[in-house]
Every structure is written in structure tokens, then in C-alpha cells.
């Protein structure tokens, strides 16, 4: 099982932060979160990029037990 860990608005529309989930690809990892988490977590996975152990990664990527999946929405920031 992979650990999947999330941040900003991706943590916020899970709820959570992390979470460890089965999957042999990071598509198939995605898709048992977006099952957990619902559609908010659907609409805001379309902007994000995702990386397997500081990795940029696609979709059909392998996933082992060992790895870490990030979910890493774009953010924008400073002063006004």
C-alpha cells in the first residue's frame, strides 16, 4: 500500500493529509482516493501534478508498497 500524501487544497478536500491506499500505478491509487473522497477531491485532482518519491510522475507510473505519492495542487501566493 502506498502512502499518499496531500497538500493545500487537495488536503482540504479529503479532509486529511495522507492516507495509505492499494494501487500498482498512481492512476489506480488516484482513482481509490477520488472513490474516498468524492467529487470535490475529483475537481481539484484535474489541476494538480503528482510525484512518486520527488519524482514527477504520470498516471501510468508503478507504484510498490514502499512509495510515496504526492498530490501537489498549484498555488499561488504573496504580498498584495
Do not use: H, I, Q
Not at 10 to 36: C, I, K, N, Q, Y
Amino acid at each position: 500500500m502506498a502512502v499518499l500524501r496531500l497538500f493545500a487544497s487537495a488536503r482540504e478536500a479529503a479532509g486529511r493529509g495522507s492516507d495509505v491506499l492499494d494501487g500498482e500505478t498512481v492512476g489506480e491509487v488516484l482513482d481509490r482516493a477520488v472513490d474516498r473522497y468524492g467529487a470535490a477531491f475529483a475537481s481539484v485532482l484535474t489541476t494538480c501534478k503528482v510525484w512518486v518519491n520527488g519524482d514527477e510522475a504520470e498516471r501510468s507510473s508503478a507504484v510498490s508498497p514502499t512509495d510515496e505519492v504526492a498530490v501537489l495542487p498549484p498555488v499561488s501566493g504573496g504580498c498584495a
